[in-house]
C-alpha cells in the first residue's frame, strides 16, 4: 500500500523561503511522495495557493509579527486556526498520510494528534527549542516558559517521529521529550551547493571601501546584531579603520531598532541594511563579502543550535568570525574563528586579524568549502530524511523511486 501524501506545516517563514523546509519537500517529492504545504504569506510569496515544483502550497495572512509574548500568542493563535481550516481542505482536495509539523510553534501537535485518531502519522520537525527561545527574548523563566515546556512535552509525545537538527535537539527529544531514541533523526540543515553558488564579486556593495564583511539572517534580539555593530564602530572609532563596509542582509522584528542604533554608534555610512531579499541579491552580497560573521548572542538557545548562516558562508568558501558557541564549533570548525563569548571588541579584532591576512582567509574558506561538499550538503541529510520516513510503517515500507 502506497502511503507517500505528506502535508508539512510550517509558520515563521513562507515556503520557498524557508530554506530547510523547502529542500525536505524537495527530497520527500524526488522519493515519491506527493507533498503539499500549509504557511504564511511573505515578501514574494503573495499568493494563497500555487504550485512549484510539482510541490502544492496553500498559504494565509498572519497579523503583524508578534514582538512580544502577547503578540506571540496573538500570532501563534492565528496560525494554529488557519492552519487547521487548511488542513481540512488539503484533505479534501489531495488527502494526506502524513502531518509534519515544523516548529515554532510548538502547537500543531493538536492538529497531528486530531489526525492520528484518523490513522495518521504525525511526524515533529524540531527547528527551534522554544523555552529556550523564550528565554532568550525574554530574559525570564515564568509561567508562559513552564507553558513551552510543557507544550513541547506534549508535542514529543504526540509524534511517531521525531527529526532534530542536530545532537543537542536530539537530547532534547530523548532526555525532556520522553522519546525512544530510535524515533529520533537527526538530520541536518545542510545547504545545497545548487542553490549556493559561488560567483564574482558585485564591488558595488562595498561602497567604495576594499573590505566587506557580510551576514545574513534574521533581524531579532537573539541574532546579536546589536554586538555586530558595536563591532563595526569599535573597528571605525577606535582601531580607525575606514576600509571596511558591513553589508547586512535580512529582516525582523530588530531591524528598525538596529538601523537607529548604527545611526547612534555613528556608523550608518559603513553599514547596508538590504532587509530580506531574492536568492540573487543574497548571493551577491556573500559572494563580494571578504569575512562573513555570525554575532549570535552566547545563551543557552543559540549554544544548541544550528545556524544556517555558518553553512551558507561555508558553501560559498567565505571564512567567518563567531562567538564561541557549541554548535557553531561543530559546524565551522577550522573554517571560523571564535571570539569570546559576547564581546563586541574581541568581535571586531578578530574580524581586523581575518581582513589582514589573506592568506590565512583563504585557506579558512576552502576548509569550509570542502567540509560542506564532504559532510554536510543537503545530499548526505536528504536519506537520512527519507530513514525517518520509512520507520513510520516497519512492516508496511512506503514506495519510493529509486
Same mark, same amino acid.
Request: charged share 30%; net charge positive; proline share 5%.
Given at each position: 500500500m502506497?502511503?507517500? %501524501?505528506v502535508l508539512?506545516?510550517?509558520?515563521n517563514?513562507p515556503?520557498p523561503f524557508?530554506?530547510?523546509v523547502?529542500q525536505e519537500a524537495? /527530497?520527500?517529492?524526488?522519493?515519491?511522495?506527493a $507533498?503539499s504545504?500549509i504557511?504564511?504569506t511573505g515578501k514574494?510569496c503573495e499568493?494563497?495557493y500555487?504550485?512549484i515544483?510539482?510541490?502544492?502550497i496553500w498559504?494565509?495572512?498572519?497579523?503583524r509579527?508578534?514582538?512580544?509574548?502577547?503578540?506571540y500568542?496573538?500570532?501563534?493563535?492565528?496560525a494554529?486556526?488557519?492552519?487547521?481550516?487548511?488542513? +481540512?481542505?488539503v484533505?479534501?482536495?489531495?488527502?494526506f498520510d502524513?502531518?509534519?509539523?515544523?516548529n515554532?510553534?510548538?502547537?500543531f501537535f493538536?492538529?497531528?494528534g +486530531?489526525y492520528?485518531l484518523?490513522g495518521?502519522?504525525?511526524?515533529f520537525?524540531h527547528h527551534?527549542?522554544?523555552?529556550?527561545?523564550y =528565554?532568550?527574548? +525574554?530574559?525570564?523563566?515564568?509561567?508562559?516558559?513552564?507553558?513551552m515546556?510543557w507544550?513541547e512535552k506534549l508535542?514529543f509525545r504526540?509524534a511517531d517521529?521525531?527529526?532534530?537538527t542536530n545532537?543537542?535537539?536530539?537530547?532534547?527529544?530523548?532526555? %525532556?521529550?520522553?522519546?525512544?531514541?530510535?524515533?529520533v533523526?537527526?538530520v541536518?540543515?545542510g545547504?545545497?551547493?545548487e542553490?549556493?553558488?559561488?560567483?564574482?564579486?558585485?564591488? /558595488?556593495?562595498k561602497?567604495?571601501?576594499r573590505?566587506?564583511?557580510g551576514y545574513?539572517?534574521v533581524?531579532?534580539?537573539?541574532e546579536?546584531i546589536?554586538?555586530?555593530?558595536?563591532?563595526?564602530a569599535h573597528?571605525v572609532?577606535?582601531m580607525k579603520?575606514?576600509?571596511?563596509?558591513?553589508?547586512l542582509?535580512?529582516g525582523?522584528t530588530?531591524?528598525?531598532?538596529m538601523k537607529a542604533l548604527a545611526?547612534?554608534?555613528?556608523i550608518?555610512?559603513?553599514v547596508?541594511f538590504t532587509?530580506?531579499?531574492?536568492?540573487g541579491a543574497?548571493l551577491a552580497?556573500?559572494?563580494?563579502a571578504d569575512?562573513?560573521?555570525?554575532?549570535?548572542?552566547?545563551? =543557552?538557545?543559540n549554544?544548541?543550535?544550528?545556524m544556517n548562516?555558518v553553512m551558507?558562508?561555508?558553501?560559498l568558501?567565505k571564512p567567518?568570525?563567531?562567538?564561541?558557541?557549541?554548535?557553531?564549533r +561543530?559546524?565551522a570548525?577550522?573554517a571560523s574563528l571564535y571570539a %569570546?563569548?559576547n564581546?563586541?571588541?574581541?568581535l571586531? $579584532?578578530?574580524?581586523?586579524?581575518?581582513?589582514?591576512?589573506?592568506?590565512?582567509?583563504?585557506?579558512?574558506g576552502a576548509f569550509g568549502?570542502r567540509r560542506?561538499e564532504?559532510e554536510? =550538503?543537503?545530499?548526505y =541529510?536528504a536519506?537520512k530524511?527519507?530513514?525517518?520516513?520509512?520507520s513510520?510503517w516497519?512492516l508496511?515500507?512506503? $514506495?519510493?523511486r529509486a
Open positions: 502506497r502511503r507517500n %501524501r508539512m506545516l510550517v509558520e517563514l515556503c524557508d530554506r530547510r523547502w524537495g /527530497a520527500l517529492r524526488d522519493a515519491g511522495y $507533498v504545504i504557511c504564511p514574494g499568493k494563497k500555487e504550485v515544483d510539482d510541490i502544492h498559504r494565509y495572512e498572519l497579523p509579527e508578534g514582538a512580544g509574548a502577547a503578540g500568542l496573538v500570532e501563534y493563535g492565528a494554529l486556526l488557519f492552519t487547521f481550516i487548511l488542513a +481540512f481542505k484533505l479534501l482536495k489531495r488527502g502524513v502531518v509534519h509539523a515544523c515554532p510553534p510548538d502547537l493538536l492538529i497531528g +486530531f492520528k484518523f495518521k502519522k504525525f511526524v520537525d527551534d527549542a522554544n523555552p529556550e527561545l =528565554e532568550a527574548k +525574554f530574559g525570564r523563566r515564568d509561567l508562559l516558559w513552564k507553558l515546556v507544550l508535542t504526540t517521529v521525531s527529526i532534530a545532537d543537542s535537539y536530539r537530547r532534547i527529544a530523548i532526555e %525532556r521529550g520522553g522519546m525512544r531514541p530510535e524515533k533523526f537527526v541536518r540543515s545547504p545545497s551547493l542553490r549556493m553558488k559561488i560567483g564574482p564579486p558585485v564591488e /558595488a556593495l561602497n567604495g571601501r573590505y566587506l564583511v545574513v539572517g533581524m531579532g534580539k537573539q546579536g546589536d554586538y555586530l555593530l558595536r563591532a563595526a573597528l572609532h577606535v579603520r575606514s576600509d571596511v563596509h558591513f553589508g542582509v535580512g525582523g530588530s531591524l528598525v531598532e545611526q547612534e554608534l555613528r550608518g555610512d559603513y547596508s532587509g530580506r531579499v531574492s536568492d543574497l552580497m556573500l559572494n563580494t569575512v562573513c560573521v555570525n554575532p549570535d548572542i552566547a545563551n =543557552e538557545m549554544d544548541i543550535s544550528t548562516k551558507e558562508y561555508m558553501a568558501g567567518l568570525v563567531q562567538f564561541d558557541l557549541t554548535e557553531g +561543530f559546524s570548525q577550522q %569570546r563569548p564581546d563586541a571588541v574581541d571586531a $579584532v578578530k574580524i581586523a586579524e581575518l581582513l589582514d591576512d589573506p592568506a590565512r582567509r583563504a585557506a579558512m568549502r560542506v564532504r554536510l =550538503e543537503w545530499r =541529510e536519506p530524511l527519507l530513514a525517518a520516513y520509512r513510520l516497519p508496511s515500507p512506503v $514506495v519510493e
